[in-house]
C-alpha cells in the first residue's frame, strides 16, 4: 500500500520513487522564499506616506504671528514678546551688542518697554518657508522710536530687519535670529 504522501506525488507529476524526497526538499526552499517575498510585498506596502506639504500653512502661520507680535511690543507685553523667541535666539539690533539666549534677550526688552518715549513698528515685506518645513524667515521694515541717552530726546530710527524662524517640536515658530540694519547713519536718526 502507498503511503498518502506518494499517492500525492504520483497524481501530481507521476513519479513515485524519487519525488517524495524533492519534494520535501524544494517545499523547504520555497517556503522561505515564498515568506521573504511576502514580507517585503507588504513592508513595501505599509512605508509611510509622503510628509504633507504645510508650506503655505508655515507661511500664514509666521505672518500672523509677526502681526501679533507688533501688537505685544506696542503693548509692551515684556514676556509675550520674549515668549517668540527660541531658548538659543539671538538679537542683533544696530549700533548695540547682540543678546543672546532668551534671558538677555528679555534684559533687553525690558529697557526698551520701560523707555516713556519707546515706539517699535514693523510690517513683513516678504516670508518664506525653507521646503524641509523647518526653517523659515521674515525680511521687513521697521520704524523705532527711543530717548537718545546724551540729549534725552525722542529719536527715530529707520531700516529693515531679517528674521529667521525655527520650527519646534510642538509645531510653533520661534525666532532663532533677529538683525536689524538702520538706514540712517549713525547719529543722524530724528
Known amino acids: ?19 517524495p524526497y524533492m519534494a520535501d526538499t524544494l ?12 514580507v517585503l510585498f507588504a ?3 505599509c512605508a509611510p506616506p509622503a510628509p504633507r506639504d504645510t508650506h503655505d500653512a508655515d507661511v500664514r502661520s509666521i505672518t500672523e504671528g509677526e502681526a501679533l507680535w507688533v501688537r505685544d511690543w ?28 532668551r534671558e538677555a534677550i528679555r534684559e533687553m526688552v525690558k529697557q526698551y518697554v520701560r523707555d516713556g518715549n519707546f515706539a517699535f513698528n514693523f510690517e513683513a515685506k516678504a516670508v518664506e518657508v525653507a521646503r524641509s518645513g523647518d526653517y523659515g524667515y521674515v525680511r521687513g521694515l521697521y520704524i523705532l522710536t527711543m530717548t ?42 530724528q
Open 148 to 189: 537718545d541717552t546724551a540729549t534725552k530726546r525722542p529719536v527715530t530710527d529707520r531700516g529693515s530687519y531679517l528674521r529667521i524662524y525655527r520650527k519646534q517640536l510642538t509645531g510653533a515658530w520661534k525666532v532663532s535670529r533677529e538683525m536689524r540694519a538702520s538706514i540712517l547713519p549713525v547719529g543722524a536718526q
Open 27 to 38: 517545499g523547504h526552499i520555497y517556503a522561505p522564499v515564498v515568506l521573504l517575498v511576502a
Open 1 to 19: 500500500m502507498k503511503s498518502r504522501r506518494n499517492s500525492i506525488a504520483e497524481t501530481r507529476h507521476g513519479n513515485d520513487v524519487y519525488f
Open 74 to 101: 506696542s503693548t509692551r507685553d515684556t514676556e509675550a514678546i520674549v515668549a517668540r523667541y527660541a531658548d538659543e535666539a539671538e538679537m542683533m539690533p544696530p549700533n548695540s551688542a547682540p543678546a543672546n539666549g
Open 43 to 45: 513592508g513595501i506596502s
